[in-house]
């Protein structure tokens, strides 16, 4: 019995069908497609958002006041009656001077002089400590000088209570000199320099605040005749000046009167005001009648002008791009097949047999007037002429005259497509744009405008 063997040779060979081609085109597209969006730089969107933004001016100021200082008429140490910023009426005792310096003796041998300092006392310290503490910045280093001065009058204060508390004790006065005040007002214990200044020669320089120095009288050490002691401030008027720019005078416009913010203090002031013309610029001058105890340790101010705010859409200015028009008379526009607006533009064009004939494109009009209107000239050719159907004259579109518009590039089709835009104000690294039917809050568009290109596929 033989085994017969039949051996079958299959076809080793592959058939390319369409089927197999459209998938292997598949493949190698998205392949492709992987290895360019790879390469490329990534471009970021910015949602649009709705923003406020104020128009305040903000000026920095020094005050002007009627600053009458008191000098002492003989040698001595002072104790004085009258605390800083207290208001005190004409031939008032201020202070005395202690020719021999008994009176500060009393008090020395006093074994009781620090439990005198009561709670209160000492949180009222505290209290100064802190407020200079959470305002302190590097920027107003000089503030540290103030502080300083503050504390050490608040110091004095409470210990010219003691000694007069320990004065009346003894019974011990005779050998205190009284310095009365001859006006009524309110007192303070300071010196800087500009406590006869006036704002007729006001310069640049009275503004640097780094050269400010504000001395305290109020030290504890002995005094000489002639020094001054204490100063009065009669009057609540006074005046704040402070360097302005032409562009915030003409924001303040036909203003007589202005609203306004003193050092970001919880109340407004309205107050009128002038310009005045100093040696090297034009500064401001607001005239006050009161608010002058409020700020009486203070010379330097901020002064917020309260203005008009302005809303609109906020975007970055790195979104914003610049578009060229062409400028084309309305007489070159005419209206479709059926249709009733006037829109189109008619161009000339050559036929196969070289003859002149007419064909209608619809630009993109992004502003118009009574003359022109400004076109996108994408549609259009360099060679292309333009056609008026009503008086038959024609017009180059290599000589049309051009404009420039701003804008942004949306990409809310995943395109980058021109977004007409019209700015009403840049601060920093961003803008504020008219909310209009162009653009509307949440759009997408371009972060940075100069990464793509007008009409460029972004995803």
Known sequence: ?????????????????????????????VIICVIISSRKEPITIYKVNKSNISNNIVLN???????RLIYASTNGYLCYYVRDEEKTSKNSTICTIDQSGEIYNIINDS???????????????????????????????????????????????????ILMQQVNESG???????????????????????????????????????????????????????TPIAKIIPSEEWSIVAPITAEQISALGD??????????????ATMPFEIINGTDGTYIKINLNKYMSNFISERYFTVEIIMDEDSGLKIPVS??????????PISYFS????????????????????????????????????EYCYVDPLVFEATDVIYNLNTNETLAVSILDTIEIEGVYSANRGTAEFTKITIIKIIDEFALIESDENLKIYDNIILDAASVKENQTIY
């Not at 076809?11 to 598949?26: E, G, M, P």
């Not at 100021?61 to 600053?67: I, K, N, T």
């Not at 979104?319 to 084309?328: G, H």
């Not at 479709?336 to 009009?365: A, D, F, M």
């Open 319 to 328: 979104s914003i791009v610049k578009k060229e028009l062409y400028k084309i």
């Open 335 to 370: 209206a479709g097949s059926n249709q009733s607006s006037s829109n189109k533009i008619n161009v000339q064009i050559k036929n196969e047999e070289g003859e002149l004939t007419i064909k209608q494109v619809s630009p993109t009009i992004y502003l118009s007037d009574e």
């Open 111 to 161: 074994d009781q002089y620090d439990a005198l300092f009561t709670k209160e006392n000492y949180s009222e310290i505290r209290s100064i400590i802190s407020s200079y503490k959470i305002n302190y910045s590097n920027v107003s280093y000089y503030n540290s000088y103030v502080f300083e001065n503050n504390i050490n009058n608040k110091v004095l204060d409470l210990t010219s209570e």
């Open 172 to 226: 011990t006065v005779s050998s205190g000199n009284a310095v009365t005040t001859p006006y009524s007002g309110i007192v303070t214990y300071y010196v800087d320099g500009f406590e006869t200044y006036d704002s007729s020669t006001i310069s640049a320089a009275d503004f640097d605040q780094s050269k400010y120095n504000k001395e305290t009288l109020k030290t504890g050490d002995s005094v000489s005749a002639g």
């Open 1 to 29: 019995m033989s085994n017969n063997k039949k051996v079958v040779k299959f076809n080793r060979d592959i058939k390319i069908n369409a089927a197999t081609c459209v998938i292997a085109a598949i493949l190698l597209y």
């Open 255 to 268: 203003k007589t009167k202005i609203t306004f913010y003193i050092n970001n203090s919880s109340f407004t």
């Open 61 to 67: 100021g020094l005050a002007v006041r009627d600053e």
